[in-house]
T-cell receptor
Framework: SQTIHQWPATLVQPVGSPLSLECTVEGTSNPNLYWYRQAAGRGLQLLFYSVGIGQISSEVPQNLSASRPQDRQFILSSKKLLLSDSGFYLC????????????FGPGTRLTVL | QKEVEQDPGPLSVPEGAIVSLNCTYSNSAFQYFMWYRQYSRKGPELLMYTYSSGNKEDGRFTAQVDKSSKYISLFIRDSQPSDSATYLCAMSQGSNYKLTFGKGTLLTVNP
């Protein structure tokens, strides 16, 4: 069976500090991978998605970036965090055979102070 | 008009009640429809996935899609306190399978 991991689970960072969140998927190959941010009262916002190693599409211009160095690894980064980067960050994967459903990880709660 | 509209609630029902959750959408290109359940401070969990118009049943849950009206529903029978969560509808088009989410409905089932 497939599982998706995210770490860290929670993170408190000062404004201006760097960020690295990691997501890995087990039990599948060549998944589509997604990063979302969920802010209170604003629903789920798609930040990045990737259909393969090194292939990143950005949905929202911001100070965040994403990378996919390995088939089942997806990383979300920032060089300098802003207060507005606080939120619940979710990684998701989707199998490559036809279908729309995505499966989410447990999330990382980021607080920028 | 937003692509997906979902009543945020909150919705409070007694245990055993039938719950109806709904979303409307404006983009007729949406082909795939999903319902997720999200407990507080957890990632969303896929509950139901449908492709075509009609009903799909899984245990106490029934998902209904009406493409002609651009309307989807999730029914929960014999609701339990463990069903208390936020329910998110989501839908996608074909090519890149990006999901568009509703903002979620907060449901509380009271024992």
């Amino acid at each position: 069976s497939q599982t998706i991991h995210q770490w860290p689970a929670t993170l408190v960072q000062p404004v201006g500090s760097p960020l690295s969140l990691e997501c890995t998927v087990e039990g599948t190959s060549n998944p589509n991978l997604y990063w979302y941010r969920q802010a209170a009262g604003r629903g789920l916002q798609l930040l990045f998605y990737s259909v393969g190693i090194g292939q990143i599409s950005s949905e929202v211009p911001q100070n965040l970036s994403a990378s996919r160095p390995q088939d089942r690894q997806f990383i979300l980064s920032s060089k300098k965090l802003l207060l507005s980067d606080s939120g619940f960050y979710l990684c998701a994967w989707r199998p490559t055979f036809p279908g729309g459903e995505q499966f989410f990880g447990p999330g990382t709660r980021l607080t920028v102070l | 008009q937003k692509e997906v509209e979902q009543d945020p609630g909150p919705l409070s029902v007694p245990e055993g009640a039938i719950v109806s959750l709904n979303c409307t959408y404006s983009n007729s290109a949406f082909q795939y429809f999903m319902w997720y359940r999200q407990y507080s401070r957890k990632g969303p969990e896929l509950l139901m996935y449908t492709y075509s118009s009609g009903n799909k049943e899984d245990g106490r849950f029934t998902a209904q899609v009406d493409k002609s009206s651009k309307y989807i529903s999730l029914f929960i029978r014999d609701s339990q306190p463990s069903d208390s969560a936020t329910y998110l509808c989501a839908m996608s088009q074909g090519s890149n399978y990006k999901l568009t989410f509703g903002k979620g409905t907060l449901l509380t089932v009271n024992p």
